[in-house]
Nanobody, 121 residues
Framework: QVQLVESGGGLVQAGGSLRLSCVASGTIFGINNRAWYRQAPGKQRELLATISRIGTTRYQDSVKGRFTISRDVAKNTVYLQMNNLKPDDTGVYYC???????????????WGQGTQVTVSS
């Protein structure tokens, strides 16, 4: 069984910073792409940043230059460093990973439970 657990959310003033973490645990055979998503109140979940198996990163235009996705392969952990936060960044942040567990021959999508980020003006 595979599990993703996020942490690091909270309340911050506009212009502040937060660092989110997402740890993958369980019967993991391999991990491909990892990503961070956000779901703002009343809106659909949107993709913010991805990091590939070889470390290539991509960002949504609205977070380029402010957010940085990184990973610690040994710890099965991915991070999202968020700087210069704006009220529009408020939402629930979810991590996502393509993981193959030890019991299956294919990679599947896994999601964390989400962590709330609130940016006050």
């Amino acid at each position: 069984q595979v599990q993703l657990v996020e942490s690091g959310g909270g309340l911050v003033q506009a212009g502040g910073s937060l660092r989110l973490s997402c740890v993958a645990s369980g019967t993991i055979f391999g991990i491909n792409n990892r990503a961070w998503y956000r779901q703002a109140p009343g809106k659909q979940r949107e993709l913010l940043a991805t990091i590939s198996r070889i470390g290539t990163t991509r960002y949504q235009d609205s977070v380029k230059g402010r957010f940085t996705i990184s990973r610690d392969v040994a710890k099965n952990t991915v991070y999202l460093q968020m700087n210069n936060l704006k009220p529009d960044d408020t939402g629930v942040y979810y991590c996502n990973a393509e993981i193959r567990d030890t019991t299956a021959p294919v990679f599947r999508d896994y999601w964390g439970q989400g962590t709330q980020v609130t940016v006050s003006s």
